[in-house]
């Protein structure tokens, strides 16, 4: 094996930094950006004349004007208005909107919700899997346990079916799981995959996420959330490909057991000891 200097560990750390820095910015970019637009929208809402055909309106000439770009159908210029509606009366939170992350953003719409009904990573140990098994059993397998399912995901959940069917352009599509969260009031779709996390998953899920608020939704509900449940996701890779996404969800991993004792006793060993150093 090739010997490697031990300083090039500091070129590296000199990439990594500038990759942040640059995204950092790129996010700050964004947001001021959706922000404007919002303000913008909000002060014409006051015309007698905006609505929906007045939003396709300015959806269409900003496609003329930039054919291709991606976010700004009905659906994310009225997510921008309500973005900077929500938050315009807040001097502490504006304050801080650029150092955070716009799928964050979109995810803290609904004032009086102070606790995040969603976790990063769900514990399945009740499934029972084999140790190779496909996407469709793993549904079958929720749905046989439901019970325990909604215990894990926490309060307020309430199932509505499986194998969802949308119809759009004729054709028909189906949500793995969906259900409504009462906190929330809105509904949420799940998708379920049993491998790694891949960024074509968002693409499908705003597709999801827009047939059920045209088709599903209430007018007193609020914008549907989306919830990818992967077997393993990387963080970055989930970063980049929601950064630009209008719709509010979520990319958590599930387990199907918990960590080993002897696992987690170590690790937190390992905590102890770096305290104790750091305490010296």
Known sequence: MKEVNSAFPQVTDIIETAKNSAYKKVNEELINMYWNIGAFLSKEAENAAFGDAYIDSISEYIQEQFPGIKGFNRRGLYRMKKFYETYVSDEFVTALLTQISWTKVLLEPIKGLKENPFM?????????????????????????????????????????????????????????????????????????????????????????????????????????????????????????????????????????????????????????????????
């Open 120 to 280: 990063d990573t769900y514990v399945m140990e009740f499934l029972d899997m084999p140790q190779i098994y496909k996407e469709q059993d793993f549904r079958k397998a929720l749905i046989h346990n439901m019970k325990d399912f909604i215990l894990e995901l926490g309060k307020d959940f309430t199932f509505i079916d499986e194998e969802y069917r949308v119809q759009v352009g004729g054709e028909d599509f189906a949500i793995d799981l969906l259900f409504f969260h009462r906190g929330l009031q809105c509904l949420v779709a799940f998708e379920l995959k049993i491998g790694k996390f891949k960024p074509e998953y968002i693409s499908k899920m705003d597709f999801y996420l827009e047939a059920l608020d045209r088709q599903k939704k209430k007018e007193h509900e609020n914008p549907s959330v989306g919830l990818i449940l992967c077997a393993s996701k990387n963080d970055e890779v989930v970063e980049y490909a929601m950064s630009r996404s209008m719709s509010p969800m979520l990319v958590s991993e599930y387990k199907l057991q918990l960590p080993d004792k002897k696992i987690l006793e170590k690790k937190l060993q390992e905590l102890v000891n770096i305290s104790q150093i750091e305490k010296e």
